[in-house]
């Protein structure tokens, strides 16, 4: 279904009052829950599921599979790999100490963040409450349970820092003991705390 906003398939399932913003794409059996929004440019793939008020930045692309649960923001230009889980659930339970089922009344949503330009790899997990820092890279697989810095390359589980990435997505290289390259870009930055990258102006 064409719309002035955006673009939806006929199988998905988009609520009435989800925004899909100009040029952005609902693509097969994806699920956009009440009040959310797609930003402009961006693509939800095959089966995904945004969940009730999730707020998408423009040109973001959500792949196949992933689910984004409520109360999960993404800034612009944030890419969600296939079967990606972001969770909204520090004390998971189906019921209650006391046995009762547990109704939405009886646990709060927490949220991951995800700021400008952060990839989350393919069938990782990030276990929210947690920010992941601005064009941060999270490998394939991984189990994220701790906020992550700008600029970080982060794998395994749980997630661990291993290097760091540029604004291209590639490992930056070391060019002394606090400044680092871009391959691609040649782009500059300069680690001016443990755990801190910031980018140098040209």
């Known amino acids: 279904m064409a719309t002035p906003e955006g673009y939806t398939h006929p199988t998905a399932d988009v609520a009435e009052n989800a925004s899909i913003e100009s040029g952005a794409k609902v693509w097969h059996y994806a699920q956009v829950r009440e009040n959310a929004v797609i ?4 693509i939800v793939g095959r ?4 969940g009730t008020g999730v707020q ?3 040109n ?5 599979y992933a689910l984004v649960y409520e109360p999960a923001k993404l800034a612009k230009g944030v890419f969600i790999g296939p079967a990606v889980v972001l969770t909204n ?4 339970r189906a019921i209650n100490a006391d046995g009762s089922q547990k109704s939405a009344a009886d646990w ?3 949220g991951v963040e995800i700021l400008e330009g952060a990839s989350i790899g393919a069938n990782s997990t990030c276990i929210a409450p947690i920010v992941i820092g601005r064009w941060a890279l999270v490998g394939a697989g991984s189990v994220v349970v701790k906020d992550v810095p700008d600029f970080a390359l982060v794998v ?4 661990k820092r291993i290097g760091w990435v540029g604004t291209a997505g590639h490992p930056l290289r070391s060019v002394d003991n606090n400044e680092w390259i871009c391959p691609v ?4 930055y300069r680690e001016v705390e443990p755990n801190k990258l910031v980018e140098i102006e040209a």
């Open 39 to 42: 930003g402009a440019n961006s």
């Open 60 to 64: 973001c692309k959500i792949q196949n």
């Open 185 to 188: 870009t040649h782009a500059r």
């Open 108 to 110: 709060k949503p927490v």
């Open 156 to 159: 395994g589980s749980p997630a």
């Open 89 to 92: 659930d520090h004390f998971p």
């Open 47 to 50: 089966g995904a599921y945004v």
């Open 56 to 58: 998408v930045g423009e």
